[in-house]
C-alpha cells in the first residue's frame, strides 16, 4: 500500500484558496488518489478522487501531476466551516485503505 | 436512503465485558469495514469484509471479531474490553473505486 505524507497542520483567513499537498512516491500504477474530510465527532466525508491530471467538483478540485508521486487539494475561498481534518488516501482496494494522521486545517476570520 | 448505521453512539463497559457494535448499510455495497480512531490519530483498520461470509483482518485485529451473515450487516464484537480499546469507532462501506462512506461512529470507554 502507498505510503503518503501531508503536512500535519495548516492555518488560512477566509475568503483565501487553500492547497494542501500530499507525497505519495510509490503510488501503483493501479491506484487511486482519494481525499475525505473530517469534522470532530463526525465520521470521514468523501470530497474528491482522481487517477491523473486536473478533477474538480462543486467543493475542491484536485490536481495530479505526470508522475502522479503527489498530488493536492484546493479549495477555493475557505470559510470557518472548512475547518477539519483533511486526509489523502492511495489505493485500488477500498477495503484496505490506510489513513495517516492528516492535515489539520483551521481557518480564521 | 440511511447510508451506514451505528449502534450504540455511547457505551461505557467494565474491563472484561464483551459487547457487540453494530453496523448496517442500505446501499447494497458488497464491501465493509471498521476503523478505529484515538485521540489526535488518524483511522486504523480493524478488520474488513468483501461480501457476505468472508472477512479479513487489518491493521489493528487483535481483541475483535467480526461476521458477515448478510450484505447488510457487519458486527464488530469485542470479545474482553480492555482499557486500551477505549476509542471512537468508524463502520464503513465502499462503493466504486475506495470511496467510503462511513456512520456516525460509537465512542466506547472501557474502565
Known amino acids: 500500500l502507498a505510503k503518503t505524507t501531508q503536512p500535519i497542520s495548516m492555518d488560512s483567513y477566509e475568503g483565501q484558496e487553500v492547497n494542501i499537498t500530499c507525497s505519495h512516491n510509490?503510488?501503483?500504477?493501479?491506484?487511486?488518489i482519494t481525499w475525505y474530510q473530517q469534522f470532530p465527532s463526525q465520521g470521514p466525508r468523501f470530497i474528491i478522487q482522481g487517477y491523473k491530471t486536473k478533477v474538480t467538483n462543486e467543493v475542491a478540485s484536485l490536481f495530479i501531476p505526470a508522475d502522479r508521486k503527489s498530488s493536492t487539494l484546493s479549495l477555493p475561498r475557505v470559510s470557518l466551516s472548512d475547518t477539519a481534518v483533511y486526509y489523502c488516501l492511495v489505493g485500488d482496494d477500498g477495503n484496505k485503505l490506510v489513513f495517516g494522521a492528516g492535515t489539520i486545517l483551521r481557518v480564521k476570520s | 436512503n440511511a447510508g451506514v448505521t451505528q449502534t450504540p453512539k455511547f457505551q461505557v463497559l467494565k474491563t472484561g465485558q464483551s459487547m457487540t457494535l453494530q453496523c448496517a448499510q442500505d446501499m447494497n455495497h458488497e464491501y465493509m469495514s471498521w476503523y478505529r480512531q484515538d485521540p489526535g490519530m488518524g483511522l486504523r483498520l480493524i478488520h474488513y469484509s468483501v461480501g457476505a461470509g468472508i472477512t479479513d483482518q487489518g491493521e489493528v485485529p487483535n481483541g475483535y471479531n467480526v461476521s458477515r451473515s448478510t450484505t447488510e450487516d457487519f458486527p464488530l464484537r469485542l470479545l474482553s474490553a480492555a482499557p486500551s480499546q477505549t476509542s471512537v469507532y468508524f463502520c464503513?462501506?465502499?462503493?466504486?473505486?475506495?470511496?467510503?462512506?462511513f456512520g456516525a461512529g460509537s465512542r466506547l470507554t472501557v474502565l
Open positions: 510509490n503510488i501503483a500504477t493501479n491506484d487511486y
Open positions: 464503513a462501506s465502499t462503493s466504486g473505486a475506495n470511496v467510503l462512506t
